[in-house]
């Protein structure tokens, strides 16, 4: 059974709950009339009846897809991790601080019609992707009830770049290969880059490398681990002879 009391101006009611044995009242104020308050409780009421723990505190998208990559994708590499970064960068970019449920589906796609003006449809696919991902958790968690991203379409007038232009041909990789060989008296930053070139390291592995992953007298390194990101038994050899420079 649901109380209600004047807090002043406004209402609150108090919704009896035990867990465990122990009283846990559930408590919300702030409504304008007594008849705003008995709708929410009786709302609340209805929720624990499904079994469901009410959220009653609002959070917003931000920070609910904040917690949720960090808690659900924790074991990703590194470059995985920096999609789910750029997702929430884009994520307070366009809906700020809104609460996760007062965003609606024609609001959403609002956002995925302003994403894709800008942006290649791939990308813009990884991005619903991702907070699809979120959202359908929430509803789990019983935060909202409604998939705003449900049937979402998605768009990108921007011509992703071809496979081409993600990499250096031959001839790109010879002059890169002779400008570092050209300036490795200028840093360790010229060699790390020659390293790279020369054995096809990633970027987590190549700055994990230490000092003893070097065997100089057999002429081989281990890759043990990457930046950022414990592996377990995840050793292995690289390279059966050193690059010759």
Do not use: C
């Amino acid at each position: 059974m649901a109380s209600f009391d004047k807090r002043g101006k406004t209402w609150q009611f108090t919704v009896s709950r035990m867990i465990n044995g122990k009283y846990k009242p559930i408590r919300k104020g702030g409504f304008k009339t007594k008849k705003e308050a008995q709708v929410a409780a009786s709302e609340v009421e209805l929720e624990l009846t499904k079994g469901v723990a009410p959220k009653l505190k609002p959070i917003s998208l931000y920070e609910y897809f904040d917690n949720w990559y960090k808690v659900f994708k924790f074991d990703v590499v590194n470059s995985t991790k920096t999609h789910y970064v750029y997702t929430l960068n884009t994520i307070e970019k366009y809906f700020g601080h809104i609460p996760i449920q007062q965003i609606s589906k024609e609001e959403y796609q609002k956002f995925l019609n302003m994403f894709g003006e800008t942006h290649a449809k791939e990308t813009a696919d990884k991005i619903n992707g991702h907070i699809r991902g979120a959202v359908r958790e929430a509803i789990d968690e019983g935060i909202i009830r409604i998939d705003f991203t449900r049937n979402a379409k998605v768009i990108g007038k921007v011509p992703a770049k071809k496979k081409s232009e993600k990499y250096l041909n031959f001839v790109e990789s010879e002059i890169l290969l002779k400008e570092l060989k050209n300036n490795l008296s200028k840093g360790l930053g010229y060699y790390l880059l020659l390293l790279a070139l020369t054995t096809g390291l990633r970027y987590g592995e190549l700055v994990g490398l230490t000092h003893r992953d070097f065997d100089f007298k057999n002429n081989t390194f281990s890759i043990n681990k990457t930046w950022g990101l414990q592996q377990k038994n995840a050793s292995r050899i690289r390279s059966n002879q050193k690059p010759s420079i």
